[in-house]
């Protein structure tokens, strides 16, 4: 059974960092690209973050580049997301997810790309 779980989330001051982690089992980790989206209600879930398999390449949607980090250790089954500089916009339900791409790709923002979830953690900011 595939799980993965995500752990991190709190609320922060504007301005101030967290970082997200999120932690595989029951799938060879290194067979997937690894993702962070996150979501706010009424919204669609949007794309944060991706890395792939070797960690190699990362992608990030605009609003969060220079601000946010991912990466991964595939010993420890883990991806993070180091999140600096937090914007009230920030505020959302982040999930990882496992994605499937080219050995030296990122999955990227389309979450059909993305086979596994975790349930998510709250993130939210605070002026």
């Known amino acids: 059974q595939v799980q993965l779980v995500e752990s991190g989330g709190g609320l922060v001051q504007a301005g101030g960092s967290l970082r997200l982690s999120c932690t595989a089992s029951g799938l060879t980790f290194t067979n997937y690209a690894m993702g962070w989206f996150r979501q706010v209600p009424g919204k669609e879930r949007e794309f944060v973050a991706g890395?792939?398999?070797?960690?190699?390449?990362?992608q990030y949607t605009d609003s969060v580049k220079g601000r946010f980090t991912i990466s991964r250790d595939n010993g420890q089954r883990t991806v993070s997301l180091q999140m600096n500089n937090l914007k009230l916009e920030d505020t959302a339900v982040y999930y990882c997810?496992?994605?499937?791409?080219?050995?030296?790709?990122?999955?990227?923002?389309?979450?059909?790309?993305?086979?596994?979830w975790g349930q998510g953690t709250q993130v939210t900011v605070s002026s």
């Open positions: 997810a496992a994605g499937n791409a080219g050995r030296f790709m990122v999955a990227g923002p389309s979450q059909l790309r993305y086979d596994f």
């Open positions: 890395i792939s398999r070797g960690g190699g390449n990362t």
